[in-house]
């Protein structure tokens, strides 16, 4: 790649790659028709869940899923990583075992090296590989901003669906990345971190969630979801509200990269992070210790993130300690509790 070149910058002014935010978005369906209903239809629209699961047969269903954002870091390579880690991660937190996808591909061909979309294509392409996950073709359009991402197809027995809706009273919740990653990578465009500091939250956005998804298929999971463009907060509230619960989240058990209140200090707030947390306020009690900082870290865009698990208490500790034996940064968070459907705690 080019040294002038950064790949960040090529994103139009306004635009940041987000998730259209929830309440936008269930305001644009609700004016589409009806879903006709299929038997076979496990998981579609109506949980607003990761992926959609088609049952084929008792032993086999489908899971399907698509993601696709703008370039979050400059290095090519890393942003085809990042996004093929990211489109597997919806199949892992169903609980299935991703076996092909589909690239899709924006690109300024007549404005960009080549180079540089080979690059992220060998990016995502060794990532898939990793996975064990088949690359079977694709689609690319010209266009002015660069974008990426990938459908993915996976498989579940279809009585071993994990979904978002589940989570029982008494349920503990665990988390197996950090947040702060929208903080973090509008940091990077702003140039507010160091090489050390973009290759960890790099690290993290490429990592994964395998074996974290194969650690749980060991124990009882009520529900699961992982955390994306809605962050921690709207995919914690997707879960209470689907699972009819409340949820209590401690603030100081969460794990956060590391200067995220710093850079948040600075300004380097997304503005789909400022949307999320306008948009979940009504169903968050906040603590009266933490203040707007504390409030966008937890509603913060993320990109790739980890899988949130609702485990009962008696399993929770050996989850845990087998999740970090398995080197994920796992880590308890909160709870669920009776309560009021989809109202989340943070204490």
């Known amino acids: 790649m080019s040294e002038s070149i950064k790949?960040?910058?090529?994103?139009?002014?306004?635009?940041?790659?987000?998730?259209?935010?929830?309440?936008?978005?269930?305001?644009v369906l609700q004016n589409l028709p009806p879903v006709v209903q299929n038997p076979n239809l496990i998981v579609g629209l109506e949980?607003?869940?990761?992926?959609?699961?088609?049952?084929l047969n008792d032993t086999t269903a489908l899971v399907q899923t698509v993601d696709f954002f703008t370039p979050i870091v400059d290095d090519p390579y890393d942003f085809g990583q990042i996004a093929a880690a990211n489109a597997i991660s919806d199949v892992y937190a169903m609980g299935g075992t991703p076996i092909t996808a589909l690239n899709i591909v924006a690109f300024p061909i007549s404005n960009l090296d080549t180079s540089i979309l080979s690059d992220i294509l060998r990016g995502a392409s060794d990532k898939l590989q990793e996975a064990g996950v088949t690359l079977v073709g694709g689609h690319s359009i010209d266009d002015q901003e660069p974008k990426f991402?990938?459908?993915?197809?996976?498989?579940?027995?279809?009585?071993?669906?994990?979904?978002?809706?589940?989570?029982?009273?008494?349920?503990?919740?665990?988390?197996?990345?950090?947040?702060?990653?929208?903080?973090?990578?509008?940091?990077?465009?702003?140039?507010?971190?160091?090489?050390?500091?973009?290759?960890?939250v790099t690290k993290v956005m490429a990592t994964l969630n395998k074996a974290a998804s194969e650690t749980m298929q060991n124990y009882t999971v009520h529900a699961?979801?992982?955390?994306?463009?809605?962050?921690?907060?709207?995919?914690?509230?997707?879960?209470?509200r689907e699972s009819k619960q409340e949820i209590i989240l401690h603030y100081s058990d969460i794990p956060v990269l590391p200067r995220v209140r710093e850079l948040a200090e600075a300004g380097a707030v997304p503005?789909?992070?400022?949307?999320?947390?306008?948009?979940?306020?009504?169903?968050?009690?906040?603590s009266d210790h933490l203040d707007q900082i504390d409030q966008w870290i937890l509603a913060d865009a993320v990109t790739s993130g980890g899988l949130l698990m609702a485990v009962p208490e008696k399993d929770a500790n050996?989850?845990?300690?087998?999740?970090?034996?398995?080197?994920?940064?796992?880590?308890?968070?909160?709870?669920?509790i009776s309560g009021k459907s989809g109202h989340i705690q943070v204490k």
């Open 318 to 336: 050996a989850l845990l300690n087998e999740l970090r034996q398995n080197n994920t940064e796992a880590a308890r968070i909160g709870e669920v």
């Open 224 to 240: 699961c979801t992982d955390v994306t463009g809605f962050g921690l907060l709207g995919h914690a509230t997707e879960m209470a």
């Open 149 to 200: 991402g990938l459908a993915v197809t996976g498989t579940v027995h279809p009585d071993k669906v994990k979904t978002n809706a589940g989570a029982q009273p008494g349920d503990q919740l665990i988390l197996t990345k950090p947040i702060g990653v929208g903080i973090s990578t509008t940091s990077i465009k702003r140039d507010l971190l160091n090489e050390t500091e973009i290759a960890n």
């Open 7 to 27: 790949l960040t910058s090529l994103t139009k002014k306004g635009g940041c790659g987000c998730k259209i935010g929830p309440a936008d978005l269930a305001q």
């Open 47 to 55: 949980t607003g869940d990761d992926a959609g699961v088609y049952k």
């Open 271 to 286: 503005g789909g992070t400022k949307n999320n947390l306008n948009h979940m306020k009504d169903n968050v009690t906040f």
